[in-house]
């Protein structure tokens, strides 16, 4: 049967040869550049598929393949490496789903399944590596994410994510004309006609309880200050994480004591996204235990391979602060931007979504 995917999936793949190959993970910065002093040396690949746990082992520059601990085959590191080059190649010149005959040949002799590993969880791959420093060999798991595809969401729209706003009266008048509008910017114009008439949004909760409550459990303030951050997003220019909290920090509504510059709204931010990048979904109750998975591994579009990781947490949350994006999400299918009434109250909701930057 001809395996066919997206870039994204057969990122996967490409990542398992490329690690294979290397021998060795580099972390990466928030620019998601090589931290150069920092390298890991790579002692073993465990990819799940779906007749079972295979063990990809580096053992003397060759990869033993094994499986409930029987080695299956022997191959030497450099054919992983090439078939790594031959698959990137034709990734980068491929679009939409796409079979590729001579991976899926090669694929089938490591024992190689599927394009996506078999999980129920985040982790697409585990790695196990040496760390120089302590001496130690974590067990690390990953989940991929590729920038030879279409960027990925970190925190998926739905009416879970939708913040509620209390419209002031005085734009009663007014409403039916702000509901016509109807530009490719509506949102953003709608509040911007609410402005004009004098009128403010002013956060009431979210819509959904499960969701609030994962956000206090991270952070007690945290539904006010995402609260802000959207509605900064749709009254402003502003679209990247790092810019719209700068400006909230800037307007500093919740009134901390900034006098010694703490980063009140850019920590708290970061702990969320972390959270949200490691298991916390809007409609299901987070506990605060994170999936198998730890972290990220990012194919660049040059082909290098880098890894952001809980282990090294600062370099992961500023990874995922520095490369993160709000978007509008569809308003009809998520019910939101609309002004509406309910008795003798005003009110509108404005919806979070999050994404990366390719």
Not at 181 to 186: E, G, L, V
Not at 207 to 217: C, D, G, M, P, Q
Not at 338 to 353: A, H, K, P
Request: glycine content about 4%.
């Amino acid at each position: 049967m001809t395996i066919k995917g997206n870039k994204g999936e057969w990122s996967e793949i490409y990542a398992l040869y490329k690690i294979l190959g290397d021998k060795s993970l580099h972390p990466g910065n928030e620019k998601i550049e090589q931290i150069q002093q920092v390298v890991y040396p790579v002692v073993s690949v465990l990819r799940m598929e779906s007749d079972g746990l295979f063990e990809y082992s580096i053992d003397q520059d060759i990869v033993i393949i094994s499986s409930n601990q029987v080695e299956l085959l022997r191959i030497p590191v450099s054919e992983f490496a090439q078939q790594a080059q031959n698959l990137f190649t034709i990734i980068k010149a491929s679009q939409n789903s796409f079979a590729i005959p001579e991976i899926e040949e090669f694929m089938a002799k490591v024992h190689c399944k599927a394009l996506k590993a078999d999980s129920s969880t985040k982790t697409d791959i585990t790695i196990v590596v040496h760390d120089e420093k302590t001496n130690q060999t974590p067990v690390l798991g990953f989940s991929i994410k590729s920038q030879l595809g279409s960027p990925s969401t970190l925190l998926n729209a739905g009416r879970t994510t939708n913040f509620k706003y209390r419209v002031s009266p005085g734009i009663l008048p007014y409403v039916k004309d702000i509901n016509a509008i109807a530009t490719r910017s509506k949102i953003k114009d709608r509040i911007s006609k609410i402005t004009e008439h004098n009128g403010t949004l002013k956060f009431i909760c979210t819509e959904k309880t499960v969701f609030s409550n994962n956000l206090i459990l991270i952070d007690s303030a945290l539904p006010q200050i995402l609260a802000e951050i959207v509605y900064m997003f749709f009254s402003s220019n502003l679209s990247r994480v790092s810019d719209l909290v700068q400006a909230v920090e800037e307007s500093n509504p919740l009134n901390y004591d900034v006098s010694s510059n703490h980063p009140f709204y850019s920590y708290k931010i970061k702990k969320l996204l972390t959270d949200a990048a490691l298991g916390m979904m809007p409609a299901k109750v987070w506990t605060g235990n994170y999936d198998a998975t730890g972290g990220f591994l990012i194919v660049k579009e040059d082909g290098d391979v880098l890894c952001y990781h809980i282990y090294n947490r600062n370099e992961f949350e500023d990874y995922l602060f520095a490369n993160t994006k709000l978007e509008t999400a569809s308003s009809s299918k998520h019910h939101f931007g609309t002004v509406y009434q309910d008795g003798d109250q005003l009110f509108m909701s404005l919806n979070l979504q999050i994404r990366f930057i390719k």
